[in-house]
């Protein structure tokens, strides 16, 4: 069953500096409501867990290093069409191939440290939400 909820995450390099504030209203501007956030930081377990699809992978290490090397803002999202239109708002993994005025366009400075995630399907929004968010923090 299709859903209309995503889950994000502000990453360390965008709350190092200082885009929470204008990455926050970027999302709000594209019309998602936010019923569940925190300002959290990652365990190695809990990056290795989240990030475990990408664990036979050559970036994997320094990925789980950087997830982990500060705070983060994690959120799930409600909007029609929730993933694809926000991962549309985001851009490509890669800054560089990211579209104009698109999140990692504007905030991200490498491959690595894009700025935010964004779930890449319903089933996946759904479990990594339930990963950071408890029913009773989800409004
Ligand atoms: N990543 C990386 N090097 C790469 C590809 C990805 O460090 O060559 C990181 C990057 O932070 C990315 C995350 O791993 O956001 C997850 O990769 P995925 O391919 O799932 O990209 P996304 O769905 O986040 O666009």
């Not at 959290?40 to 050559?58: I, M, N, Q, W």
């Not at 970036?59 to 290093?65: E, G, P, Q, R, S």
Request: proline share 3%; glycine share 8%.
């Amino acid at each position: 069953m299709a859903t209309n909820r995503t889950f994000t995450m502000i990453k360390p390099d965008a709350v190092k500096n200082g885009y929470i504030g204008a990455i926050l209203e970027k999302i709000q501007t594209a019309g998602f409501k936010i019923v569940a956030m925190k300002y959290t930081k990652l365990s190695k377990g809990d990056a290795e867990t989240f990030y475990a699809v990408h664990s036979e992978r050559p970036f994997f290490n320094d990925l789980v290093a950087f997830m982990t090397s500060g705070p983060i803002v994690s959120a799930i999202l409600e909007k029609s069409n929730a993933v694809e239109d926000f991962r549309t708002l985001i851009g490509a993994t890669n800054p560089e191939e990211a579209a104009e005025g698109t999140i990692r366009k504007l905030f991200a400075g490498s491959i690595q440290e894009n700025a935010v995630h964004g779930s890449d399907s319903d089933e996946n929004a759904a479990i990594e939400g339930a990963f950071h968010f408890s029913g009773r923090e989800i409004f």
